[in-house]
């Protein structure tokens, strides 16, 4: 039983009615733990600037008692919840309290994780070698032995692990500041403990990064003992395994500062391609259906886009979409561009009005799909064995050769395009599409003239040789 | 001023216009571009950007920035999306505003990472424990991959709940001219309820717990009632709808297939129209029915009827023909498909 503590409510309304007792059990750790970290809190003149998470177990109801702003949330996520936290408010001081089921068992790789992280917030964890709201069932920290309504043949240590010493796994990491364990079993021990819980909240007020006090604790209830009894189990049963100490203080060291990141604006983020909102419809403009493919690497992706942004720059409905799923399998790579004066309704293809092929596979996949009146262009230098359906129009063009006689080898796309403009299948003016091409190489300009040539070299060759 | 963007990143665009502070991920495929977007763009504007260890620290991470007052995001799909739903109904339960995209790809288990709309009934009922319900909205474009997650933000923070933006990889994916939004939606205050480590809200708790059965109820009922008021939300598309025989109904990517639908039987002399919910939750009933009340019904989706058992339960008309036609897997439908079904049900086929 707690009465009128600095840092706890005068009244405990939350709990019902105006009392002032607390709900734990008689030689309970937890009401002197939640004590000292109230005292600490007013102490350090921290108590507007503090919001502590509750865990799931017999402290859910911290909020009862410590008067600061709290949070409660799923079992185990206590220090999941403090790193979301600690990222909303990086200025205020940040408590997370857990138990051994919680922080050990279901919550641990996020406590691990924060702690690696070195996320900024006082973490308590209170080992009291049992889970006690659940009904005193095995905890990673159960001793060897140790009957639990889950145990109750003793821990056996070859099916359920040695007790988890968490103080000495977190001490591996980099990112900690400071890392203590210590024990609530008696008034030597608890002034250590008050230490530890105050110096935890220090290096909050000062903005330092993570620290963790574990703290043994006795649970009468579930020890079934006596306070005494319960007090003793810690002192000389839980000490053996759970050594008391400090394990690491780097208060003194330098606070490391994030890595600092350019500032923008948000005009800037969003880094706008054309000046126009409306896209107004265009119904006298005949819809085109485009299905590019090639294998990956072959730049069938970017021609797509070239002649999307060319269209869309003009204030055309247009839609891209890339191969996706199950479509890439065997590295071919297409992607399906509707253009259109309307909403476009589909952006996947089932009938191309225009096939640009690159490969043997893009030619046995999509060319029986296509329908009479439609238009296949392909890369000449690969055969074409695969039926060709009845009607359609089926141009030949050696693109990678064009590419590489204008000293760009890779510019086969670039040579597709220009084929496409002389054939006319772009119902754009050649000098948007140029200015398309020009764009996709901002980032490499260099590339422009090279493309360029090629872009002309294969507009000659359709003329003279396609139309 | 326009871009040409993709589907995934105007999902992160419509998240700074919303003024979101935070975006808490972990990667999942076909999501992730949402998180690489986030990953570059907000940490120049000032936002936090963190990758988390898996979905159920992403979750709790958005309760703990959501408890401060902030505004945070994360998208995931598929495996991904059900480890959040203990966090959903935490953030429904605590009533606080966060937006969850699920870029959905097919399930169950693992799955592939194609499209798929296999989440709906999680989505939609509510997908967590509890007696809850997400507000979900299923864009079908481009801009409304932006525009949606704006509105995801706005009703999230008007009615303290969660809200899922509902997509699917070929939303995701696929390229489209974005408008970009006008200005920032509106910031609102969250002092009587947030704790935010200052003297104003030093009072207040945030906890989804009644220990009281009648209290619990309460919150409930209370709960019940901040559903029945969202009604008012509903959003919906009908597209020739009426003067039509046959109405195809459909959400987010099958919507677009279906369009196109649409148009094709309407020039070959069918009377075909399209009724699209945009909010699955809260569902457009009234706009459903005006629609497609005493017309046969043919049910376009990604998934085993999922959709139809809402477009059954919500359908006044219960003599209706109610057709499907769907696919799985990762497998979209194609329009013939769907003309195949329509065709069949407007020449009285069985």
Known sequence: MIIRSKGFYDEFERKGGRRRTTHYCAGCG????????????????????TVFVSPVGCAAFCYYYLDCGHVAGPHGRAAAVASGLVRAIPDKVVIAYQGDGDLGAIGFNNAFQAANRGDGFAHFFVNNALYAMTGGQLAPTTLPGQKTTTSPYGRDVVNTGEPLKVCEVFNQLDRPVYIERVSVADSKRIKQARKAIRKALEIQKEGKGYAFVEILSPCPTNMRADSVGAAEFVTKEMEGYFPLGVFRDRSDAETACCMEVAPKTVEEIV????????IADMPELRERRYKFSGFGGQGILSLGLVIADAASEMGRHVSWFPSYGPEQRGGSASCSVVVSGREIGSPTIDHPDVLVAMNQPSLERFLPTLRQGAVLIYESSVPLNVEVPEGVNVHPFPAARIASENGVAKAANTALLGCMVELGLLDMPEAEIAEALRRSFSAKPKLIDSNMAVFEAAKEYARKELS | MRKFIKGNEAVTIGAIYAGCDAYFGYPITPASEIAHAAAMHFPPLGKEFLQAECETAAINMMYGAAAAGKLSMSASSGPGMSLMQEGMSYLAGAQLPAVVVDIMRTGPGLGNIGPEQGDYNQAVKGGGHGNYRTIVL???????????????FELSMKYRNPALLLADAV????????????????????????VRGDAVTRKNLVCSIYLEPDLQERHNWMLQEKYESMRCETMAENYLCDDADLVLTAYGS???????????????????GLFRPISLYPFPEEEMNSAMGGKDVLVVEL?????????????RDCDAVIGLANRMGGNLISVEEVLSKARDMLEGSP
């Not at chain 2, 994916?173 to 509106?186: A, K, V």
């Not at chain 2, 279906?258 to 069918?270: K, N, P, T």
């Open chain 1, 30 to 49: 937890h009401g002197i733990i939640q004590k000292l970290i109230a005292e600490a809190m007013v102490d350090l003149g921290i108590q507007d600037d």
């Open chain 1, 271 to 278: 880094d706008a391609d054309y000046a126009g909102d409306v």
């Open chain 2, 138 to 152: 299923a864009p079908n474009s481009v801009q409304e991959m932006c525009d949606l997650t704006i509105k995801c």
């Open chain 2, 171 to 194: 939303l995701g994916q696929m390229m489209e001219s974005l408008t970009i939004p006008d200005g920032m939606l509106e910031k609102q205050d969250f002092s009587s309820w947030s």
């Open chain 2, 254 to 272: 099958c919507s677009r297939i279906c369009r196109s639908a649409v148009d094709m039987l309407r020039d070959e002399g069918f009377k075909v």
């Open chain 2, 303 to 315: 998934s085993n009827g999922q959709y139809r058992d809402d477009v059954r339960l919500h359908l």
